[in-house]
């Protein structure tokens, strides 16, 4: 599974594609190492941090809560990040979201 939930936390392994044609869940990527990944399309180019600002954005949008409850862990720079989402009353909303784009 591509996440986990510790607490009022969730932890999620994202594998982002950035430069792509729209902002969109592009459902789940299994590595060779069968680690699972939800692949997230981000129109914007990764320079200077931009993708990873639209990545927050775009999740914020998607699972409706603050930027600020969004936070990256690890992968500032890379394609295959941790992402951090602080559920506080909305943990079982954003697991629905997480089990939907796992269907995808």
């Known amino acids: 599974m ?3 939930q510790e607490s009022q936390k969730i932890i999620i392994s994202v594998k982002i ?3 792509a044609g729209e902002n ?11 680690k699972e990944y939800l692949r997230i399309a981000i129109t914007t180019v990764p320079e200077k941090g931009k993708a990873n600002k639209d990545l927050i954005k775009f999740l914020s949008k998607k699972l409706d809560i603050s930027k600020s409850q969004i936070e990256i ?15 506080k009353s909305q943990t079982d909303e954003i697991i629905k979201h997480l089990e939907e784009w796992s269907q995808i």
């Open 2 to 4: 591509f996440y986990t």
């Open 17 to 19: 594609m950035p430069n």
């Open 24 to 34: 969109a869940v592009k459902g789940v990527f299994v590595s060779a190492e069968q």
């Open 73 to 87: 862990l690890s992968g500032e720079t890379s394609h295959f990040k941790k992402i951090a989402l602080d559920g």
